[in-house]
T-cell receptor
């Protein structure tokens, strides 16, 4: 399995501020994904981040709200911008090493007041 | 569009017994994979088992096995000899070969193991 770390593990933020979440993988991977899990809900894909190209966003998610960087094959960041209480969620990054190997980081638990 | 359905919001099982968590899916793509993940209260997503659409045999990983019925489009997870530590949310997800690797998740089943 891949070893994936996320920072921060949790945070409490004020409305209107922004938070950048980091995702680090212990090996090079082509594809990284960012998911959101709202309270009591399932996971929803925010965007796919491939190194060297712009992130691809799913319907309902926009770059201005969730800018993503992918500077190399082991690292990515997701920023949650201009936060509101509705952004309170667990944010998880995942990586695909092979088609049948998709692993998740430990998640970042965000609370917006 | 692809869809995953988990019809059991919550399940109870006695410790040491087996339990089956249901998952049905809908896709017209011939190449896909099905994943099961466990999410304890800590929030992390733990990979349990994978079944590919062309796999002839049901996948097994330790106490986890996948009852794959392709014609019925179901991929039920069977946990044998339940343990107290199995209490968690369980998510079924589908991966479509030509859709860039993303996973589409079901709504999850909360499993509670009773001592």
């Amino acid at each position: 399995s891949a070893v994936i770390s996320q920072k921060p593990s949790r945070d409490i933020c004020q409305r209107g501020t922004s938070l950048t979440i980091q995702c680090q993988v212990d090996s090079q991977v082509t594809m990284m994904f960012w998911y959101r899990q709202q309270p009591g809900q399932s996971l929803t894909l925010i965007a796919t981040a491939n190194q060297g190209s712009e992130a691809t966003y799913e319907s309902g998610f926009v770059i201005d709200k969730f800018p993503i960087s992918r500077p190399n094959l082991t690292f990515s960041t997701l920023t949650v911008s201009n936060m509101s209480p509705e952004d309170s969620s667990i944010y998880l990054c995942s990586v695909e090493r092979e088609y049948n190997e998709q692993f998740f980081g430990p998640g970042t638990r965000l609370t917006v007041l | 569009a692809q869809k995953i359905t988990q019809t059991q919001p919550g399940m109870f099982v006695q410790e040491k017994e087996a339990v089956t968590l249901d998952c049905t899916y809908d896709t017209s793509d011939p190449s896909y994979g099905l994943f099961w993940y466990k999410q304890p209260s800590s929030g992390e997503m733990i990979f349990l088992i994978y079944q590919g659409s062309y796999d002839q045999q049901n996948a097994t990983e330790g106490r986890y096995s996948l009852n794959f019925q392709k014609a019925r489009k179901s991929a039920n997870l069977v946990i044998s000899a339940s343990q107290l530590g199995d209490s968690a949310m369980y998510f079924c997800a589908i991966w479509i070969y030509n859709q860039g690797g993303k996973l589409i998740f079901g709504q999850g089943t909360e499993l509670s193991v009773k001592p």
